[in-house]
């Protein structure tokens, strides 16, 4: 079993930054990636970073160059830098750990809610 929770959302103005957090804990040896997604008002869930490793992250199209996502393997901890925020960015954001070995599965946290005002 892995728990997931999120920390860090709110409420921003346009043009604005936050910072989102996430702690892994529970019974678990191999974290394969940590990753974040969204989910806006009628839209489906969708993948904003992932990082398989401290070295290699990736980025949807619309967040390059504005967010940052970080990854403490020892700490099994991820965060979510984002910066330039536009109410395009409003929605629920999940973390998101894919484990490997005995505990196998995709994990979620509850979700933060990140809303952009303009």
């Known amino acids: 079993q892995v728990n997931l929770v999120e920390s860090g959302g709110g409420l921003v103005q346009s043009g604005g930054s936050l910072t989102l957090s996430c702690a892994a804990s529970?019974?678990?040896?191999?974290?394969?990636?940590m990753n974040w997604y969204r989910q806006a008002p009628g839209k489906e869930r969708e993948l904003v970073a992932m990082?398989?490793?401290?070295?290699?992250?990736t980025y949807a199209d619309s967040v390059k160059g504005r967010f940052i996502i970080s990854r403490d393997n020892y700490k099994h901890t991820v965060s979510l830098q984002m910066n330039n925020l536009t109410p395009e960015d409003t929605a629920v954001y999940y973390c998101?750990?894919?484990?490997?070995?005995?505990?196998?599965?995709?994990?979620w946290g509850r979700g933060t809610q990140v809303t952009v005002s303009t």
């Open positions: 998101n750990a894919v484990v490997y070995g005995t505990y196998a599965g995709d994990y």
């Open positions: 529970g019974r678990f040896f191999n974290i394969y990636s």
């Open positions: 990082s398989p490793n401290a070295d290699t992250v």
